[in-house]
């Protein structure tokens, strides 16, 4: 009777430590997979993904410094330079490549601001999103609000 209580019990702790080592964390999933989620019927563009990785990122950073904990960056935000777009045309014209690179350089900027910049240097980031978005693809400017 003890020894099939100890192995009851030894099962069952097994199985626990199974169960809340296999549950799925947003946190330890890869960039690839953050990027490969469409959303639309007909298929989403390269940029498109980039582009909600790019958010979701974002919202994380927000915690991040709301919580006064480092920032960190996980995707290679410069493929907002090569992505595939929706509308290649926008995506190639020199008003969107400059915007591209105003956004890269927040990027560069906060991952080295100090902790008393940093706030002003995210602000900065959102800002630029908006104004592209404002110029070329105004669609996702409510959602973009959020993450101010």
Request: a negative charge; one cysteine or more; hydrophobic letters at 40%.
């Amino acid at each position: 009777m003890r020894t099939t209580l100890i192995i009851t019990i030894c099962l069952l702790s097994l199985f626990a430590l199974g169960v809340s080592c296999s549950e799925d964390s947003k946190d330890c999933s890869s960039t690839e997979e953050q990027i490969q989620k469409p959303l639309n019927p007909n298929g989403d563009s390269e940029l498109a993904l980039l582009m909600r990785a790019m958010f979701d990122e974002a919202q994380r950073i927000k915690k991040q410094i709301a919580n006064n904990e480092p920032v960190t960056l996980t995707l290679d935000h410069d493929k907002i330079l090569t992505a595939h777009a929706t509308e290649p045309e926008k995506a190639a014209s020199e008003e969107y490549k400059a915007f591209a690179a105003a956004y890269l350089q927040t990027i560069e900027s906060l991952e080295t601001a100090s902790q008393a910049q940093i706030i002003d240097v995210y602000d900065g980031m959102i800002n630029n999103c908006m104004t592209c978005h404002k110029a070329l693809c105004p669609g996702p400017m409510a959602r973009i609000k959020n993450l101010q």
